[in-house]
Nanobody
Framework: QVQLVESGGGLVQAGGSLRLSCAASGRAFSSLSMGWFRRAPGKEREFVAAFSRSDGTTYYGDSVKGRFTFSRDNSKNTVYLQMNSLKPEDTAVYYC?????????????????WGQGTQVTVSS
């Protein structure tokens, strides 16, 4: 019902910046909560950032707060994750996800749709 296409991953040096994009189609963009998650090797998938349609608020995980910025371009049905001051521990596959039901954005299992993931590698 919702298709998500991610782009913008790559290799960057520690302290550098990267901007991820996630384009949504197949559903009214304004009706979706949108989130970013990541999975590092050997670790569980981790919450990064999300916009909740229920309260109209953007939330960030503690590990990225102050460094990453979530934004939206409604005209393009696209969300972005601007990543600054990148650290080697930010290395992971980053996933875009969507929830059409306005459930808690903190729970990964509330997201019905997921992108393919994009690799972010931060070198030291």
């Amino acid at each position: 019902q919702v298709q998500l296409v991610e782009s913008g991953g790559g290799l960057v040096q520690a302290g550098g910046s990267l901007r991820l994009s996630c384009a949504a189609s197949g559903r009214a963009f304004s009706s979706l909560s949108m989130g970013w998650f990541r999975r590092a090797p050997g670790k569980e998938r981790e919450f990064v950032a999300a916009f909740s349609r229920s309260d109209g608020t953007t939330y960030y995980g503690d590990s990225v707060k102050g460094r990453f910025t979530f934004s939206r371009d409604n005209s393009k049905n696209t969300v972005y994750l601007q990543m600054n001051s990148l650290k080697p521990e930010d290395t992971a596959v980053y996933y875009c996800a969507a929830d059409p039901y306005g459930r808690s954005i903190w729970n990964q299992y509330n997201y019905a749709y997921w992108g393919q993931g994009t690799q972010v590698t931060v070198s030291s």
